[in-house]
């Protein structure tokens, strides 16, 4: 692969520039966060080059952005940030991603290190039963077809009526759990066929749940809001998405928006970039599609929190509520919103396209969880399984520069191929257990293409975006034990 | 024997490279390359088939929708297909018939979950040894 050798214009130590003249066709510049050394590792791959590229989308506003965790991805970048004008703008289904929804979900728990260390095994084999993960794997939860359509309508709140968590989850889940707009007849049978049986289960591939330790409090204020008061304390971090369902909603759409950019004379300079006007009825239809798969995926974490909790208080014989098992946030980092922004001074509808990206809205605003609305909007940042994970808050300069969007994790670094070739399943799950992490897995050869070697530090991501000021760090988490799908 | 299919890195997913003497082989071989990944090849065996059409705007857009049918199938009802025989293939459209079988925890291993054949570097070109196609493929 070649070295990207474009040019980029240096504004801080945190932020750099590619210029709106890179390429003709651009219609506003690049931004990225990154240190220099991170920098010249993107280089390594054609992720600017994707940078630059989304900015040649219709209606584009501010900058194509590039968070620090950025790498290569499908037309647009995972890691990237685009907002629209909504007025003459486009959506397109690539700067969602495949995997619409994909998020986390952090809960805490009452419970200290030294109660859980001794039982750590007997809790993530009880997980392992309890929440299904892995290839194939099918839901406990039986949906037939009807109820799909009020799953999808209804999203996380479909799960809270049939027990599955409680009213406080949804004020503490980013749109309540629930995204506007969702449309059932924009689905496709195909979806509903792949989304049916996969409805409450973890997956597999980067997807995981895992059993932390609270390491490290930067913020004692903030983080005593969100429950986190003592290092050793116990939190639960849930990842995944909208499964196989969201991946046919993804195929389905890009195929109409093929046809869309033809129709609409847009000018692309890399066909996974199909797109058509958030107006249109391609662009419509496709936010319809997107909201019911973003509304699965907040089924899925809910009902997956569910579980958790269940599986924690049969281990220690205790109700939830007295292990203090209290949802802290849940965010999307692969979504499209309608959002209001202000942008040279004038209040503008946008199309705020998140892909590989969270929502960092700060404190005050009207999204914000009134819980939260002192602090700022959680942010939820998981590293890989052998490092760290971060706790951090939306910011006001957030708002102002990156239409209130941050990092998402750790960023791939190596291909899965080059990970296994560098190391073996067997082997990262020894020198994990050896430090004191344990792990399950349904397929043990994966598990080496989500080895550490395999990420970027996320200790350099958060530091990034924090030193930036477009999030806030509160708290660090190690893991203590892991199930990876 | 000529070369059928190469399966190549990239960052966050997986890709395949494709060779045909003729477009229909080529097909043939990207699909081939397709359960290569999921599970080993060798412990496919040919217990029914189906009868597949799947049609699209232009040759590089068939090339996808055929991928991701087969993806599709796989996710929903878990076939396992090693064999496939293009019947006939234009511009936009193909018939197909597959041979397979049901997904067997106790008989497939199941190597990696493959969620999508995607447009990113997407690349069928002919030279003088037939034809080739490369396919990155969302995991």
Redesign the interface.
């Known amino acids: 692969m070649a070295r990207w050798q474009g040019q980029l214009t240096k504004i801080d130590d945190y932020r750099w520039e590619i210029p709106q003249n890179y390429k003709t066709g651009m219609r506003v510049p690049g931004l990225i966060y990154a240190n220099k050394e991170m920098l010249e590792s993107m280089r390594e ?1 054609q992720t600017l080059e994707q940078v630059a590229n989304v900015a040649f989308l219709p209606g584009i506003v501010g900058h194509s952005f590039a968070m620090p965790d950025i ?5 647009f970048p ?1 890691g990237g940030v685009a907002a629209m004008d909504v007025k003459d703008g486009v959506i397109s289904p690539g700067g969602v991603g ?2 619409i929804n994909c998020g986390v979900r952090l809960l805490r728990t009452s419970l200290s290190e030294a109660e859980v260390r001794p039982r750590i095994n007997e809790l993530i084999n009880a997980l392992f039963r309890n929440v299904p993960s892995g ?2 794997s099918e839901g406990k939860i039986k949906v037939s077809q009807k109820e799909m359509n009020q799953l999808m309508m209804e999203g996380a709140r479909w799960a809270v009526k049939r027990g599955l968590g409680s009213e406080e989850d949804l004020n503490v889940t980013e749109e309540g759990g629930c995204l506007s707009g969702a449309d059932p007849g924009k689905i496709s049978d ?1 979806a509903v ?2 989304g049916l ?1 996969q409805a409450g289960t973890l ?3 980067n997807h995981f749940l895992e059993v932390q330790v609270v390491k490290e409090i930067f913020d004692p204020h903030i983080a005593s809001i969100m429950g986190i008061d003592k290092v050793g304390q116990i939190l639960v971090l849930i990842h995944t998405g909208s499964r ?1 369902f969201g ?2 909603v ?2 389905d759409h ?2 109409v928006m ?2 869309a950019v033809s129709k609409y004379g847009i000018r692309l300079p ?3 970039l ?1 797109c058509a006007p958030v107006k249109s009825p391609e662009g419509q239809d496709y936010l319809a599609a997107m909201a019911c798969a973003a509304n699965y995926a907040w089924v899925n974490r809910q009902c997956i929190a569910h579980w958790t909790r269940e599986s924690f208080s049969k281990v220690f014989g205790k109700s939830t509520e007295a292990l203090g098992m209290k949802q802290i946030y849940d965010v999307a980092h692969n979504i499209a919103k309608i959002e209001e922004h202000i942008i040279d001074e004038r209040k503008l509808k946008v199309c705020v396209h998140r892909k590989g990206a969270t929502r960092a809205f700060p404190a005050g605003h009207k999204d914000t969880p009134t819980c939260y609305k002192e602090i700022g909007q959680p942010v939820l940042v998981p590293g890989d399984m052998g490092r760290c994970s971060f706790v951090a808050v939306g910011t006001e300069k957030a708002m102002v520069e990156t239409f209130g969007s941050t990092c998402h994790g750790a960023g ?7 990970a296994r070739r560098s190391v073996k399943g067997q082997d990262v799950l020894q020198e994990l257990e050896s430090r004191g992490i344990t792990i399950k897995t349904g ?1 043990l ?2 598990l080496a293409e989500e080895a550490s070697q395999a990420y970027k530090d996320v200790t350099d991501v958060i530091d990034v975006v924090h030193h930036a000021g477009i999030s806030r760090k509160v708290a660090m988490a190690i893991p203590m034990g892991v199930i990876k799908g | 024997m000529n070369k059928t299919f190469e ?8 890709g395949i490279i494709a060779y045909g003497a003729d477009i229909e082989e080529l097909f043939s071989n990207a699909a081939l390359a397709l359960f290569s990944l999921i599970t080993e090849l060798e412990s496919i065996e040919n217990i029914f088939h189906l009868d597949l059409e799947v049609s ?2 232009d040759m590089d ?1 068939l090339l996808i ?1 055929w991928l ?1 049918e087969l993806i ?1 199938l796989f ?2 009802k ?1 076939t396992l297909f090693n064999r496939f025989d293009i019947r006939s293939l234009t511009n936009n459209e193909l018939k197909a018939t597959c041979y397979g079988e049901d ?1 067997d925890a106790m008989k497939h291993t ?4 493959i ?2 054949a ?3 570097m ?1 690349k069928l070109d002919k030279n003088d040894d037939g034809f080739k196609a490369q396919v ?1 493929l ?2």
């Open positions: 791959e790498h290569w991805g499908y037309g995972i495949y995997d290839l194939g195909k066929k792949r049986p997956g597999s591939g196989g991946h046919q993804c195929t890009l195929r093929e046809g890399d066909r996974q199909a791939r670094m190596l291909s899965r191929g080059a397929n050869p994966s | 399966v190549i890195d990239h960052t966050a997913d997986v699209s705007q857009s929708e991701n599709y996710d929903v878990h997904f199941l190597k990696v979950g969620k999508a995607t447009y990113h997407l990155i969302d995991i």
